[in-house]
């Protein structure tokens, strides 16, 4: 039985969407709130959807060893603190990371039994789409994303589960059920 589970993918296929939805299907599972050195888009509160902390910071918090994780995306840093899963594996809970590619690696190697899942998106085209129409990047920020995509999606065969991010309730559907059978989870009955 798994008890981390990392949702890794190039940015705007729908990772926080799903996870959003998978977590309505499996309350269970605890999610992990990751540092960042990003600022924050409107509407996003420290503490919740990231901490939000500065360059030095971030860098301290790295050389003291507090991160399970952490990787340079798009010229941000980004990192998962042992803390964050450290308190649920401490009460047996289960819980979900929503990461970058370098980042699921390192998880791999620290964490060998984590179930990591790789979010492609249906086409090149979708994903350009989708983080356009999503509507919080610049358009230099988008295309700095498309470009890390390109490396991202080539190391969708590093990961042994790969949900297509097509139609959202198909893919909603195959990731609770991989989730579902990793964490142990129950098996919900037909009326
Ligand atoms: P990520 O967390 O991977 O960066 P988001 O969850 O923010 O991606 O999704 C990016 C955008 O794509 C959002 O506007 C979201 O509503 C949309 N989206 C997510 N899944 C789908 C889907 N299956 N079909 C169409 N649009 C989607
Ligand atoms: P965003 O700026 O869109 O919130 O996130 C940018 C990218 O960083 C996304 O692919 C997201 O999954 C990833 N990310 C978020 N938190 C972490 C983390 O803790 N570690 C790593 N390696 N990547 C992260």
Same mark, same amino acid.
């Given at each position: 039985?798994?008890?981390?589970? %990392?949702?890794? #993918? ?5 990772? #926080? ?15 992990? %709130? ?13 503490? %919740? ?5 500065? =360059? ?5 918090? *790295?050389?003291?060893? *507090? ?8 010229? /941000? ?9 450290? /308190?649920?594996?401490?009460? #047996?809970?289960?819980? %979900?990371?929503?990461?970058? &590619? ?6 791999? =190697? ?21 983080? &356009? ?6 358009? =230099? ?10 490396? !991202? ?6 990961? !042994?589960?790969? &949900?297509?991010?097509? /139609?959202?309730?198909?893919? @909603? ?13 129950? @098996?919900?009955?037909?009326?």
């Amino acid at each position: 039985m798994s008890r981390v589970v %990392v949702i890794t #993918g190039p940015s705007g296929v729908g990772k #926080g969407t799903l996870i959003r939805l998978l977590r309505e299907q499996l309350p269970q599972l605890g999610l992990s %709130v990751s540092a960042t050195t990003r600022p924050p888009r409107p509407g996003e509160r420290d503490g %919740v959807e990231y901490h939000f902390l500065d =360059e030095p910071e971030f860098a301290r918090l *790295a050389f003291e060893g *507090a991160f399970v994780e952490h990787a340079e995306y798009a010229g /941000r840093r980004y990192g998962t603190l042992r803390s964050e899963l450290e /308190r649920r594996a401490a009460a #047996g809970e289960p819980v %979900v990371l929503e990461i970058e &590619v370098q980042g699921a690696r390192q998880v791999r =190697e620290a964490i060998p039994d984590a179930l990591l899942v790789f979010i492609a998106p249906p086409s090149r085209e979708a994903l350009r789409e989708r983080l &356009v129409g999503r509507g919080t990047d610049m358009p =230099e920020v988008v295309e700095r994303r498309l470009g890390v995509a390109e490396l !991202e999606l080539r190391a969708q065969d590093e990961f !042994e589960f790969v &949900v297509v991010n097509d /139609r959202l309730e198909d893919a @909603v559907r195959e990731l609770v059920a991989v989730v579902r059978e990793a964490i142990g989870g129950p @098996v919900d009955c037909e009326p």
